[in-house]
């Protein structure tokens, strides 16, 4: 099983502020369905209510210490126990937040990073990327267009 992480980015690592994104960028929402369609997404439950409804075409699985029950997903209390339920995938996914990332970075063998060239006034922030432990392996940049408003790239990164 591949664990992979898929974000996206300030310059300054900044991914959200009062449980939302920052930025409105069409083109990475369209390349995290292509990339997480028919896998599993992992998260926290802040993310999940940030998003409001279980992602369709994925199997969603939320972290959370409350004993709750959300329609569409299943619900565990741990990033263990939401990658345990995964064995037999070749690929899973994580989507968020913070905490999550943090705690995944030590099991993680693929990060889809978008980078949003610019500084943003977030409250969450992604844990630093540390080069020695990450090679890059795809690059695509992007700069503005009518329905993308700021420069971007789509950076893959594999453990090295």
Known sequence: MTI?????????????????????????????????????????????????????????????????????????????????????????FIVGGAEIYRQAMAVTDRIYVTIIHQDFDGDTYFPEIEQSIWKETEREDHQPDEKNKLPYSFITLERR
């Open 4 to 92: 992979s992480i898929i974000v996206a980015i300030a310059q300054n690592h900044a991914i959200g502020k009062d449980n939302k994104l920052l930025w409105h960028l069409p083109n990475d929402l369209k390349y995290f369905k292509t990339k997480t369609s028919g896998h599993t997404v992992i998260m926290g439950r802040k993310t999940f209510d940030s998003v409001g409804k279980p992602l369709p075409k994925r199997r969603n699985i939320v972290i959370t210490r409350q004993q709750i029950k959300i329609d569409g997903c299943e619900v565990v209390s741990s990033l263990e126990d939401a990658l345990a339920l995964c064995q037999t995938e070749d690929e899973v």
